[in-house]
């Protein structure tokens, strides 16, 4: 049985398809409910017009349905039109080089949320291991991949080995970084942000995160779990204009940073960091 928010324990499964949905209760510990009016969130498997495929997706009685898919919609239009190699997020992954060879380095998305950042990174040839530590969300991630993996027609080579290089696990990142000790070149970080006095409102994708994750308490402690961890670097999205993420290990400093029109990736080199035995 999984600990849930409160706001995750007021979720339940819709038995529209009742072996899915006693897989998916048994797997999450979430009662079935056979009338969606007595839930605000509820998690069923939908198609729509456009895409007959079904898809595990986060329903709301304030919002339309939210799913994850690495082979349409928006995650297949950034990876064709979101800059390529050169955009700010790749770049402030690095590349090792090792006997005068260069390769891509390993990622750990430690904040995986719905996946977008990740299967950037997968889509330009980075092995990227997911980590999100709320099941519902891990839920949808996963039946993104099941479907990914299982597609309805024949994938394309370079899609295809996208998907292969993403995988995924449920846990709680800090915890597992400090208890697992991963062998990664690159730990990702995108803590849920600060919210804003005067903001447009929220795309359904984040409003659903948002309600299912609530707020970001504990980035500091992840911070210091990955900078334990990582091999080559850490790397810290945040807003422009915001102060760095507090480490609590001499509250140590980006050593540099790759900077957007509206975002800054702060980066936290492993090597300088102990040559300066800051580490």
């Excluded at 999450?28 to 509820?42: F, K, V, Y």
């Excluded at 707020?215 to 900078?227: F, K, M, R, V, Y």
Aim: net charge neutral.
């Amino acid at each position: 049985m999984i600990n849930h928010s409160n706001t995750a324990e007021s979720l339940c499964i819709a038995n529209t398809y009742p072996e899915k949905a006693k897989a998916l209760s048994d797997l999450l510990g979430l009662p079935i409910c056979h009338n969606q009016s007595i839930s605000s969130l509820w998690l069923d498997w939908l198609s729509d017009k456009k895409d007959p495929t079904i898809k595990l997706s986060l329903c709301s009685d304030k919002q339309g349905p939210v799913s994850i898919d690495f082979l349409g919609g928006k995650k297949a239009h950034r990876r064709q039109f979101g800059g390529g190699k050169g955009q700010p997020l790749v770049r402030a992954m690095g590349q090792i080089t090792q006997n005068e060879t260069s390769r891509l380095p390993t990622i750990i998305d430690a904040t995986a949320g719905m996946g977008g950042d990740s299967y950037v990174l997968a889509s330009l040839g980075f092995k990227v291991q997911m980590i999100e530590r709320s099941p519902i969300v891990a839920a949808l991630l996963n039946d993104a991949l099941e479907r990914a993996n299982n597609p309805t027609e024949a994938l394309d080579e370079e899609m295809a080995n996208s998907i292969q290089n993403l995988s995924l696990v449920n846990a709680d990142s800090a915890q597992y970084l400090l208890d697992e000790k991963p062998d990664i070149d690159v730990i990702y970080m995108d803590p849920m942000y600060p919210e804003k006095k005067k903001k447009a409102a929220a795309k359904k994708e984040m409003q659903a995160l948002q309600q299912l994750v609530g707020p970001d308490t504990d980035s500091e402690n992840l911070l210091a779990a990955a900078l334990q961890t990582a091999k080559y670097r850490v790397v810290v999205k945040r807003p422009k204009g915001a102060v760095p993420v507090f480490c609590p290990i001499n509250n140590i400093q980006p050593s540099s940073q790759v900077s957007s029109p509206n975002t800054r990736y702060d980066i936290y080199v492993i090597k300088a960091l102990k040559a300066s035995n800051q580490l």
